[in-house]
């Protein structure tokens, strides 16, 4: 199955409304106009006039409009998260761009999400990712984490990171016309935990799932998981022990064996200590 996105104009989107009328869906996704459900390709037409066609005939009901249509969404900016639900590594957040002259090669990659994709494949694609599209990348150590999480929640500490992401993306390359979070919170909430800070990134599109519809957000996970990996592998050189990800009962164990050998006040710069993990491991010890 293959996703075309596509910037359209609104006539544009008028005209697949009039033109697939009789398959319109009865439910539409989030800040969606519109979906038509045809045989061979599902048509999601978003507020942001974002195009998504899915489907083993996506390329046949998208190529009216590819041709064209310059607006076509080849540029685009996309940020995503991870170690957000591993005990052990810090949070790596980052906003990426893919220019139109990258696309084809980034395609080439079989770029998906990063927890779709193998460990080895994100370390050997990554640094090239990087080297093609304008990122910031943020790493958020596991001492800080714990410090910051005293006061703020898991989704107030995503929501800052992404926007200041997207604050240093900016002073690099001017961001396009279409930004993307791969969404962990309602729109009104994320912008909420942000109404202290000084500068806010706004006029973004927020939706579930993003990486798999977005290059660019598919980028920026794959970048942020190699950024986790490599503090992974730091880690294990720093303390000579291997750190698993996740947050398992093997977990529990791995980190059982970390304190008996460091003491649990190390823990603090190797692990989100609020997970439940901290106090599970103690049955190890």
Not at 55 to 71: L, P, R
Not at 217 to 230: P, Q
């Amino acid at each position: 199955m293959s996703t075309i996105t596509l910037l359209c104009t609104q006539n544009q989107i008028d005209k697949i409304h009039s033109t697939f009328h009789d398959s319109l869906s009865d439910k539409t996704p989030a800040y969606a106009q519109f979906q038509c459900k045809l045989e061979g390709c599902v048509i999601t037409a978003y507020q942001s006039k974002k195009v998504v066609f899915q489907g083993t005939d996506a390329e046949i009901f998208a190529s009216a409009f590819m041709d064209s249509n310059k607006s076509t969404i080849q540029s685009h900016a996309g940020s995503d998260e991870v170690g957000t639900g591993d005990y052990f590594g810090p949070i790596c957040v980052c906003a990426c761009i893919v220019p139109e002259n990258a696309i084809s090669t980034i395609t080439s990659y079989g770029i998906q999400d990063s927890k779709m994709m193998t460990d080895d494949i994100i370390v050997k694609v990554a640094p090239d990712i990087m080297k093609l599209c304008p990122h910031s990348l943020l790493i958020l150590p596991n001492s800080k984490y714990n410090v910051v999480h005293q006061h703020s929640n898991m989704n107030a500490i995503k929501a800052k990171l992404h926007n200041q992401a997207y604050i240093n993306l900016s002073k690099k390359h001017p961001l396009p016309e279409l930004v993307v979070v791969d969404q962990f919170a309602p729109e009104d909430l994320y912008y909420r935990y942000l109404a202290k800070e000084k500068i806010i990134i706004r006029n973004i599109h927020f939706e579930t799932k993003a990486e798999n519809k977005y290059l660019a957000v598919a980028c920026a996970s794959v970048i942020a998981r190699y950024a986790f990996l490599e503090s992974l592998k730091n880690y294990e050189s720093h303390y000579n022990m291997t750190f698993l990800k996740g947050a398992s009962d093997a977990v529990d164990r791995n980190a059982a064996e970390f304190v008996k050998k460091f003491g649990e006040k190390e823990l603090t710069n190797v692990a989100k200590v609020h997970f439940k993990n901290t106090e599970k491991l103690r049955e190890y010890l």
